[in-house]
């Protein structure tokens, strides 16, 4: 047998079993250094991959031909933003149909989901809602801040979502046209120490 077929041979033998670092891309090898990996993916993305990886939509406007069709990055919801039922499977399927339309992208790259969890996964049916941030600052208890925030990243991902754009560490001020009352219940504090 020429060498040739042997080494094809060998190869095909390598790829009945998984995660052969052969049938691997350089960007999937989890094992490479994580700099080497980003270079391979850039390299191999169209202009209009990157567009799609730098772009966040609403979910309102995500299905699964849009994760696919352009390549989308990143979904999230907006405030108060539900599927229509808002109980934690009807989650867990909106985030696994957005998910599998992005890894069916030519290159896989996975999407980020990100929400606005800021006082407990509040959206989701069942979740626990804690107080806002303003209310959890004026405890001066860090520990039970951090307790409240592991508590919530865990509710966070039963629904299948890795990203809360929470803790909000800011101080609000006096600003123009801005009522001072917004937004103030997301951060721990509202002026200086
Ligand atoms: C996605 O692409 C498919 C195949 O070209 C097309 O049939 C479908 O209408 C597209 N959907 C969206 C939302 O772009
Ligand atoms: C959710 O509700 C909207 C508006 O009634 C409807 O167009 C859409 O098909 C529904 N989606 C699902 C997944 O049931």
Same mark, same amino acid.
């Given at each position: 047998m020429a060498l040739r077929k042997v080494i094809a041979l060998c190869i095909t033998i390598a790829c009945l079993h998984d995660h052969v670092a052969l049938c691997t891309e350089i960007y999937e090898d989890s094992?490479?250094?994580?700099? +080497?990996?980003? #270079?391979? +993916?850039?390299?191999?993305?169209?202009?209009?991959?990157?567009?799609?990886?730098?772009? #966040?939509?609403?979910?309102?406007?995500? !299905?699964?031909?849009?994760?696919? !069709?352009?390549?989308?990055g990143s979904v999230l919801s907006s405030g108060g933003s539900t599927? %229509?039922?808002?109980?934690?499977?009807?989650? #867990?399927?909106?985030?696994?149909? +957005?998910?599998?339309?992005?890894?069916?992208?030519?290159?896989? $790259?996975?999407? +980020?989901?990100? $929400?606005?969890? $800021?006082?407990?996964? %509040?959206?989701?049916?069942?979740?626990? $809602?804690?107080?806002? !941030?303003?209310?959890?600052?004026c405890t001066r208890d860090p520990d039970l801040v951090r307790r409240v925030g592991a508590a919530t990243a865990l509710e966070?991902?039963?629904?299948?979502?890795?990203?809360?754009?929470?803790?909000?560490?800011?101080?609000?001020t006096k600003s123009k046209g801005a009522p001072l009352a917004y937004g103030m219940f997301r951060k721990f504090w509202q002026g200086p120490l």
């Open positions: 094992n490479q250094p994580v700099e +080497l990996r980003v #270079q391979d +993916l850039l390299s191999r993305m169209t202009l209009d991959e990157k567009i799609g990886q730098m772009t #966040q939509i609403e979910r309102y406007v995500a !299905n699964f031909d849009v994760m696919k !069709n352009f390549s989308i599927p %229509n039922s808002s109980t934690t499977e009807a989650w #867990q399927n909106m985030v696994d149909d +957005l998910q599998a339309g992005a890894l069916a992208t030519r290159l896989g $790259i996975p999407m +980020l989901y990100g $929400i606005d969890a $800021i006082h407990g996964h %509040n959206n989701v049916y069942g979740a626990t $809602i804690f107080p806002h !941030n303003i209310g959890l600052g966070l991902r039963a629904t299948g979502i890795p990203y809360t754009f929470a803790p909000c560490i800011a101080v609000r």
